[in-house]
RNA sequence: GGGCUCGUAGCUCAGUUGGCAGAGCGCACCCCUGAUAAGGGUGAGGUCGUAGGUUCAAGUCCUACCGGGCCCA
């Protein structure tokens, strides 16, 4: 007896089999890269997704859309925050009790996959036919669609892999097109010029990532354009003479000041601040000007007979030239989309194969427009408008592949007019086939733009609400959609032109391009490489078709030639709304507002997804695709500097799921304010498992203290005298909890959420609750009433909490849950979030506000008085307070409180001011409890222990 | 250059209609050794990007500027 008193490690050994330890088969160690793979494996095996359906039959629906991401490279970042952030959405609102059907999908069509498939066919490619190229591409596709798949899936996300949409199947190119033809139907659709980049030695239009810049030396001119009125000429400057038989206006800076300089006996307008450097001459000008003046002012053209204007436009600078801008519609962006507001002709009188075409001047007919740039010069400096011309270096576009230089030239193109009013027929809606042709009865009139910018203002929902003024804003500037590319990787525009010899429109009305949808659904775009024409429009009858050219009634179809354009890209996914939702049926019903509740996507899809989502979408269904709009920002490194692959600062994301695990990760993402820019460091989710341990620990805990308690059969029913208990509080806060991150998780606020999360694991359980249930766990006999009442708590405590985390943390969620129920073929993921309603029924008191909030300030007096005291363990404090005002202290549980602050004793005691610390060391202490509690004494078996101890070990 | 947006503690972020600058992490010091590659307590940290203005009072409203981001040009 005498060893066990001087030998604390005696004591240990003595009683410490006697307590009830915490113990659980729910790891410290997450090992979460070896155990999530798993997971995802037990999810497949058990069907969770086709679960989920089943289960969501009797549901209300919550339509929400993924926006497809290209098929191409490893996922990346941001990749990562978009796909865990709608997993959020697709698990959050399946347990709040939506059926949340997710159908996953990718972008497979577009030029950066034909780029890359170019250049690994290398020479090859130039004897390749489209189709050929085609298959390639596919191949392509399909191997970065496997490949994202696995990635995606290993970061936990929720979603039908086994039937993906890509945009390149038949059935969504089908779905396309009956798109199309609804805007066809509307009358939207139209012929139109604009300028491209143009290979002359490929004949065919080039996109910016298929050129190359090298320096090519030009002449560069400074022409003079006579004014009408004969007061003197204006001054412009160029590099690429030949477009100037195309020049169809001057444009200014309105804000610069303009100066006419006498030279040479004439008068010449050009910008002040560059006069210097033009005319070689410190001469004063006669008088100046605002550019804004200088609008309206008529010239004649130098070698055609035609007058223009001079016009203004913000893109002039005074960096080089005259600071007067020769403007061609047809042969420049800036130029074309000055002509477009201006009303200019979109002239170009170049043909494919680089030489003018008979509109030009007869001296050019026929000539190449690089021979060209000699002859206007010559004729220039003899009709003496030539002031002054030199040789200029400069960076220009080149053909990738043949390296030859190309050029601006307007070429016919395919587009939406968003400006032209229509009418939708009221539902069913079309996109389908039901509403061919035009029908009267439909909905309210209005353009395009016009109807995009009064959903925007009125019928959606954005998040963060600034959304709506980026949407508004991008609407008001676009101009009309140019539909047409001409690529070999996408879908085609299925209009067919006359045979040679015959004039007319191409035939491409809703009946014809409804017939090609029906092609397309059966043997997928590829027909259109592959069958004559008569075999594409096999579903159509021109006789039948009012809407066809009159060309097309009569002729034959085999006849007809098919045209090379396809649509741009966008089209295709900003069709996903037919293509997906509501070919798969999942759409809101046909007189709901919208068609899905959701799109979510990085803000950059202002102007792409879900712009060119909302305009088919009204006009074909005359109603915007989404009822709600949430965006994320982009990832920047810990200085805010964007994050690129060339300036080494990104993140792998197959590293990070190898370092950290995908719960890690995802409790990273959860815990961003994802609205804004997105500070990015490897540091970061260091931090991230940080908090992810300090979690799991505290599900450990309780799980540990569940161990053999059977909930259901034990759990005990809270008596109005429980009502001051610390479960009662413990409960109290449990809906408390679970309403604040329900209440966050409905309103897409997941940092709030998980703000909340580990604050209350940290806080409210690991720091305040649990600790102060240590004693009564370990040290009560196992059933008593007050242990049982506590385990019933933390029962309750992990069930609500896990599955809170759960849309979080899914597989730390689901291993915790199978601990918790002890059926390893149990999924959380299969339930709904926990009803809190019947904890709200269990009485508290409300005087724990005042009690917790004064715990603050004793815990503080018992630190001072420990350093003061020189008192190491707070188990040899006891602690006096006054009474609280207002609170009822008599009905508290003075045990709780005392476990509360850490110490041996609490009392409340008028008798002192404030909080007053009693060194208890001279009392005898516990030694299985460690307590110095007032009943310690010698028991039957030798030990010193107290009431409550002796009777758990049922000693005298 | 234009539209939208951001700048608060070392880090991540809260800060409603103007009313005494907050939380968590990290850090420092201490404790426990019966959650143990865990757990608890206490504490230090800020000229709210800069400069003006409105106001009794500004992180918050206004103006300009500086530095980021997205989308355009």
Redesign the pocket.
Known sequence: MSDQQTDPRA??KT??KT?N??KTGFP?KANLVQNEPASLKRWDKLGLYPKLREQGGSKKPYVFHDGPPYANGSIHLGHLLNKVLKDFVVRTKTMAGYDVPYVPGWDCHGLPIEHKVMQELGDKAKDMQPIQVRRKCKTYAEKFVKLQTGQMKRLLTLADYADPYLTMNPRYEGAVLEVFADLVSRDVVFRGLKPVHWSIENQTALAEAELEYYDREDTSVFVKFDRVDGQGSLMIWTTTPWTLPANLAVAVHERYDYGEYEVNGQTLILAVELAKKVLKTDAEPKTTCKGSELVGLEYKHPFINRTSKVVAA??VTLEDGTGLVHTAPGHG??DY?TGLREGLDVYCPVKDDGTFDDTAPDWLQGVSVWKANDLVVEKLRESGHLFHAEQFTHSYPHDWRGKSPVIFRATEQWFVDVNKSFSVPSAPGSAGGSAVGSSSGGSSGGAMRQRALDVTANDIRFFPE?GR??MR??LE?RPDWCLSRQRAWGLPIPAFYPPEGVEGEPLLTPASVLAVAKLFREKGSDAWFLAPPQDLLQHYDPAGDTDAPPWAKSCDLSKLVPGADIFDVWFESGSSWNAVIRQRGLAKPDDAPTVTDLYLE???QH??WFQLSLLPCLGSQGKPPFTSVLTH??M?D?E???MSKSGGNALDVDVLLKDYGADVCRWWVS???SD????VDPE?FR?AG??Y??VR??I??LL?NLDGFNFKQEKVHFEDADATSIDAWMTRELTKVSDTVLAAYDGFQY?KAHEAL??FC??TL???Y??AL?DRL??DAPDSPRRHRTQSTLYRAATVLIRLLAPLLPHTADEAWRALTGNGDDCVHLLPFQDVDCMRQIPVSEDWGALMQAR?TW??S??EARQAQGI???LDCGVRVPAIKDVACASFDLADLADLC?VSRFAFDDSVQTVTVDDLRSEPRCE???KRDGTVKQRSDGGMLSDRDAQALGLT
């Open positions: 004591d240990k009683y410490k307590l330890l915490p410290m913000d893109y962006v800036d989309q600034w003024k980026r804003g991008m500037s990085g803000s950059d102007r792409g920002g982009f920047v810990r805010g500097r964007k815990s961003l304010n804004n820019d997105i500070k970061y931090l940080e908090e341990r300090k620990n505290t450990r805990f540990s940092r580990f604050n940290n806080d690991s720091s305040v649990l600790t240590k370990y040290c603050d815990l503080k018992i630190e190491d363990n707070p850490g299985r409890s460690w």
